[in-house]
């Protein structure tokens, strides 16, 4: 069974730097038949996406955010890391963690989601 789990500081100050990490068990990720991904839920609103990381490292933001956005990923602790310049106090969005899998002969991949932290912009 996949399992994800944000973590982050909770608290960020107005123009700093927001850095989360996704812990993942159940699978590597770094297997080829994964992609990883970072979405935000601002209170009241629809899911935003974020951005995504492959098994090999690749990765793409959201245009809007794309030049704010920085993902990596630690193969030796099996987790991925979004960072986000210069966060804004607008919202306390619920920062989500997802895995996607695709699997030969399936029509649909597999989705696994972390149960999501909250970070609050405030100084």
């Known amino acids: 069974q996949v399992q994800l789990q944000e973590s982050g500081p909770g608290l960020v100050e107005p123009s700093q730097t927001l850095s989360l990490t996704c812990a993942v068990s159940?699978?590597?990720?770094?297997?080829?038949?994964?992609?990883w991904a970072w979405i935000r839920q601002p209170p009241g609103k629809g899911l935003e996406f974020i951005g995504y990381?492959?098994?090999?490292?690749?990765?793409d933001s959201s245009p809007p955010l794309r030049s704010r956005t920085a993902s990596s990923m630690d193969a030796s602790k099996n987790q991925f890391t979004l960072q986000l310049s210069s966060v804004t106090p607008e919202a306390t969005p619920v920062y989500y963690c997802a895995g996607e899998r695709y699997d030969i002969g399936c029509t649909a991949p597999s989705h696994y989601w972390g149960k999501g932290t909250q970070v609050t912009v405030s100084s």
């Open positions: 159940g699978a590597s990720i770094t297997a080829n038949n994964y992609y």
């Open positions: 990381i492959g098994y090999s490292g690749n990765s």
